[in-house]
């Protein structure tokens, strides 16, 4: 009899552990078939990496950009916590072509998209009040990447998109060949490798372009993320966001966030920086030395649980808040795209940094590889 009620007992908890963990749900992943299509004569698709803790990424050659990012949240259940669409014609037709791609040549801004390089000017394309910004009018998150998936050495999977971006393209000198990596490492890490090269001196600042939002839908404002960010100084902008080329403490400022505080809670400080930017549109100087991997920034949302941690060994990280969001697009699952539902970190150089001797120099030159690694690493806090 003891025996039997111990078995029952133990049948019991086998049965309320399978129907709890049956309950939490899993990466909804989209099939290959949304994204099958031809643009500008090349063949575009979908990748998916996965590790065995059910984190997953699904990443499309067009842009070379991240579609979904699927982590745990404290309850166990899986939340895709950026922005997207759940198909190609989402991202051929969206409003807001910066919804998780890697863009460039040149991330960020260049004033007046001009700029100088051994003894010559170049004039870039304009697409943002009378500026370049991320790479142009067409620039790579409209590009059509080669793609190939593969292990890499550490059996993770793993996707390598190839571009080359021919000399003169949206005004940029030089052949350009730049090389972008994601993998899902068993650590619960998002990263991404890059390299480049070029047949004649040009400037170059990648960076991949995300809008995250850690509740799992745009339904909440991401103003309740506590955000960290590990830098004493900014670089302040004239009113169009362009820098002055002065690198300022960020002591007794809203835009002080070496202590983490909620993205909301001084948004709307009266001080000039953030009425430039109507919220936070900022390029934080990091505490580093050139070319560490270091821990850049940290974002937790309470509701979830999920924590992000952002490692770079890029100098700079720009942080927006979505200010400019308006509703126009929808996403995902019906997601809207509605204001301050998403924010973006950037690792990167700092903006307009060829226009300004004090900033690290941009310069990409023959026989030079051009490297970054940005690392996006999830947890879970309860």
Not at 192 to 208: E, R
Not at 264 to 269: D, F, H, N, P
Not at 322 to 339: A, C, L, Q, S
Request: glycine letters at 8%.
């Amino acid at each position: 009899m003891i025996m039997k009620k111990t078995f029952l007992s133990f049948l019991i908890l086998v049965l309320v552990f399978s129907a709890c963990t049956g309950n939490k749900k899993s990466a909804q992943l989209f099939p290959q078939s949304n994204f099958d299509t031809i643009v500008d004569s090349k063949k575009v698709s979908l990748y998916t990496l996965k590790n065995a803790n059910g984190m997953t990424a699904q990443v499309t050659n067009y842009g070379a950009r991240l579609v979904d990012l699927w982590v745990a949240d404290k309850a166990g259940d899986f939340k895709d916590v950026i922005w997207g669409f759940e198909n190609i014609k989402g991202y051929l037709h969206a409003t807001d072509m910066f919804a998780g791609p890697i863009v460039g040549r040149y991330g960020n801004r260049i004033g007046k998209g001009q700029f100088t390089l051994d003894g010559k000017s170049y004039q870039l394309t304009l697409n943002n009040n009378g500026h370049h910004l991320h790479g142009g009018i067409n620039g790579f998150y409209k590009k059509v990447w080669d793609a190939r998936p593969f292990k890499n050495d550490k059996g993770e999977d793993a996707v390598e998109l190839t571009y080359l971006s021919p000399a003169g393209e949206e005004g940029y000198p030089g052949n350009l060949t730049i090389k972008v990596t994601y993998a899902i490492t068993a650590n619960n890490e998002l990263t991404i490798n890059y390299s480049a090269t070029t047949d004649s001196a040009t400037i170059i600042n990648p960076t991949s372009h995300c809008y995250f939002n850690l509740h799992g839908t745009t339904a909440q404002s991401s103003n309740s993320h506590v955000l960290t960010i590990f830098a004493d100084k900014y670089t302040p902008t004239d009113s169009l966001l362009i820098p002055t080329g002065e690198i300022v403490t960020v002591e007794n400022t809203p835009l002080d966030f070496r202590k983490p505080t909620a993205v909301g809670e001084r948004i709307k400080t009266d001080f000039m920086a953030l009425k430039y930017g109507k919220g936070y549109d900022h390029n934080f100087v990091l505490n580093k030395k050139a070319g560490e991997i270091t821990l850049a920034a940290e974002v937790f949302e309470p509701a979830t649980g999920i924590v992000m941690k952002v490692s770079t060994d890029q100098p700079a990280i720009q942080f927006y808040s979505g200010n400019f969001m308006d509703g126009k697009d929808t996403g995902k699952r019906g997601d809207k795209h509605d204001y301050r539902t998403g924010i973006a970190l950037e690792a990167q150089n700092y903006p307009d940094a060829p226009n300004h001797a004090n900033f690290p120099t941009a310069v990409l030159k023959p026989g030079e590889t051009y490297k970054q690694v940005s690392i996006y690493a999830f947890e879970v806090k309860k």
